[in-house]
């Protein structure tokens, strides 16, 4: 009989640790890659669905451009100043820390916004007393059309207005094994006062990828000394 208890125990032993080390391999994987269910949602190898929730990843950085510049989505002027505000899938980022290396699945959106230099003033004198039909929460004495400043009771800056479209870079060896880096690039917009396009096509070299590959080759395509969250 005791020879029996101690069968038993030293199989629960092994199954024990059998369990630790599946559960201790499976941790690891996940530490150094992107999760399954934070991955891209392709409708085919050339579609892919606006990621949701995409706010809410991790920030890693927001560069400004001055009214009456164009947008990199499509070559358009946008009137007002232009914010470009990067996110970076939360899981992708933790793999970057632990390897220094970006993983596959790895997303990045630029998600762009413009200050209100249009409607919401005047055009001579440049005075800014709306903002969509209201009041804004703060008195906007006037603006600055060349520097996008504008001078309020709290103080004078450049404040974002509204959304007018979303850049998209996702790693994916299997869709793009000839890509530079395996990235596909792709622009949801420009838009003004409606949604962003559900879905996307992928884009040719020229608009998105020539500049990633001319500039970051060395950073795996990837402008991370421009984004302070990515600094080390």
């Given at each position: ?13 092994a199954c024990l640790l059998a369990i630790a ?15 399954a269910s934070a991955r891209a949602k392709f ?190």
């Amino acid at each position: 009989m005791f020879k029996k208890t101690g069968i038993r125990l030293f199989n629960l032993s092994a199954c024990l640790l059998a369990i630790a080390v599946t559960t201790g391999s499976s941790i690891a994987t996940a530490a150094e890659g992107v999760e399954a269910s934070a991955r891209a949602k392709f409708e085919s190898n050339t579609v892919v669905k606006l990621p949701e929730g995409y706010r809410n990843w991790t920030h890693i950085g927001t560069y400004f451009k001055e009214p009456g510049k164009t947008t990199i989505l499509d070559g358009s002027v946008i009137e007002g100043a232009q914010f470009g505000n990067t996110y970076v899938e939360p899981s992708a980022l933790a793999a970057y820390k632990k390897t220094g290396k970006w993983p596959d699945g790895t997303q990045f959106v630029k998600d762009f916004t413009a200050s209100s230099l249009g409607d919401e003033c005047d055009d001579k004198s440049g005075v800014c007393t709306k903002n969509k039909g209201q009041k804004w929460p703060q008195d906007i004495e006037s603006c600055d059309k060349v520097t996008g400043e504008c001078k309020t009771t709290h103080g004078t800056g450049v404040f974002e207005a509204y959304y007018f479209g979303a850049g998209y870079m996702v790693k994916d060896a299997k869709r793009f094994p000839k890509a530079p880096g395996n990235w596909g690039y792709f622009g949801f917009g420009p838009v003004k006062g409606t949604p962003y396009p559900k879905t996307a096509e992928l884009r040719p070299m020229e608009q998105c990828s020539g500049c990633h590959v001319a500039n970051r080759a060395d950073k795996d395509y990837v402008f991370s000394d421009l984004h302070l969250g990515l600094q080390q």
